[in-house]
């Protein structure tokens, strides 16, 4: 029960704060604003995000037989780096100049943090699906990219969840991990 709470709890405070410095720096804007110019909703998908990311990573582990068990610094760095990247893509206008700040450090978070296949393939995935989601809430009115590069959305916006599969996919990893024993192991005696 750790690791989905601690999942939805670091997507929904962390991604919530993270999106409104795109509200404040006129990168995005939600079509009906409830608290600090975001949607009430936000929370909410920014945890299902983190949950639906971080609890794949961990499965995908579990099918292929593999152990990933990353330390608590590679996780505390992978969240630092996500939550530069984040700003930086707010920050850093045009898009495309943020883009190709993003893309090359995306890669290189990649590199220094999982170095897998399967992690790039995982990351591929999570940029794939995240920018379908984001296009969908798009085209469906709830929010918008002011300056869009890319038909509805930001050309940085895969690299983005580059980043976020790397970083929320160790944090869930290292939750998993280090899960409390049980009151019947020998460690809990």
Partial sequence: MRQPLGLFAAGATLGTVLDGVHVATATTRYAEPAFWGLAWWAPLLFGGAALAIGTSHTLIDLLLGREVRPDGRRVALGLGLLLVLWATSGLVKPAPAALWILAPASLA???????????????????????????????????????????????????????????????????AATRAPSSGSPAAR
């Fill in 109 to 175: 978070m990649w590199w220094a943090l999982d170095a897998s296949a399967v992690g790039l393939v995982l990351a591929l995935a999570t940029a794939s699906s995240g920018v379908a989601v984001e296009a969908t809430l798009v085209s469906a009115g709830a929010f918008a990219y002011v300056e869009p590069d890319a038909g509805r959305v930001a050309s940085w916006l895969p690299w983005l969840y580059v980043a976020a599969s790397v970083a929320v996919g160790n944090l869930a990893r290292w939750l």
